[in-house]
């Protein structure tokens, strides 16, 4: 079911970006949805509420009198809440606060010199908008991916935007509400996609402009959210899911191939790619999916990505060959699935998060590890990092000097400003002890 790659005892052949390009990977033009949704952005720029409304209206079939939620319904979604689903969701968020709270940074204060001293001090984001996605899967889940760092960060405002549902009755999804109240977050907007990002950045009829935007979407959030940022802050993009598995001749095959259906079940373009050094493991697996995958609920979804140009089996020399493949494909999700899996995973540069054995499966991080599931796909895993309370602070400096300490430095700062033909710099400084 799997296409093959053979990349046996040739991967040292080829420089990173050569190896990169032989991977598989899922087309995820941002610059084209761009092009697309930026009119829509302009308008809610200039037209507000009243823009938005049209577009939830366009897109989702709702029309919205307030873009807010009533903080009643949040409430009513959360006391309706279905117990076993209550206990799943409080399980979430008591493994996510408790992983995210040793992610606090402390302030840190460095005597540079004698009466020099430069403290980095870690101020949260004044205001924060969340955006939870409700197309093809309702991720409730993304809520508490998103607001649990936001709240150990010390956000003081957090709104939250979700796709108007017809079938909630203009409402986004129930669990998603429901998930909002059991956090504390009452500022709700029903609406969905570029919209969402352009009423956080813009401001429209009861939102305030926020400072930062976080969360997964759809390929048209992600270029909503090219397009505003350095208006605001975001976090890093994140396109359609990806999953890379490296696995040795002990995986279990049935391990394997449920891990990848688990991926491919996100999105028809979803990446589902093997790294192994085991032509039979390779074959093993392509039979469990031929025999499970028809009697999956979303079947042509998942068939779909699996046939796909962005999934495959990488066949290598050994393993390698198999952490280049995976250090140059930087998987949104990498599972290691090898004899002594840790060691294996220490050694893996690139990649969002991840999970290591048999009993750390993918979807455990989607849910109940206590990781975040908010992660970089499309390479990025090469130069970002998943959502975390560090997303949500920002770094500030502190310089105290004493008029002894900047005496000591002062003719290395006139040298500098000298240097760079900027005398003002250097009297800012010689001024001060002028006779």
Known sequence: MLRRIDLSGAVADYPARALRGLLPRAVFDVNAAL?????LLDDIADRGKEAVVETVQRFDGVHLEHLRVPEAAVKSAERELDEDLRRAYRTAVD?????????RLPEVATEVAPGGTVTERYVPVGRVGLYAPGGLAVLASSVIMNAVPAQIAGVGSIALASPAQQSNGGLPDQGILAVCGLLGIDEVYAVGGPAAIGMFAHGAGECEPVDMITGPGNIYVTAAKRAVRGLV???????????????????DPVHVAVDLISQAEHDPAAASVLITDSAAL???VDAELERRVPATRHRE????????????????????EAVAVADAYAAEHLEIQTADARAVADRVRNAGAIFVGAHSPVSLGDYCAGSNHVLP???CARHSAGLSVHTFLRGVHIVDYSREALRAVADDVVAFADSEDLPGHGEAVSARFAP
């Open 35 to 39: 092009r697309q949704i930026q009119p």
């Open 301 to 320: 979804r998942i068939a779909t990505a699996l046939a796909g140009e962005q999934s495959g089996t990488i066949l290598v020399a050994d393993l390698d």
């Open 233 to 251: 802050g975001t976090d890093t993009e994140a396109g359609t899911t990806e999953i890379a598995i490296i696995a040795d001749d002990t995986a």
């Open 95 to 103: 493994r996510a606060r408790a992983a995210h709270e040793a992610q």
């Open 282 to 284: 390779a074959e093993a």
């Open 377 to 379: 796909t499309g390479g």
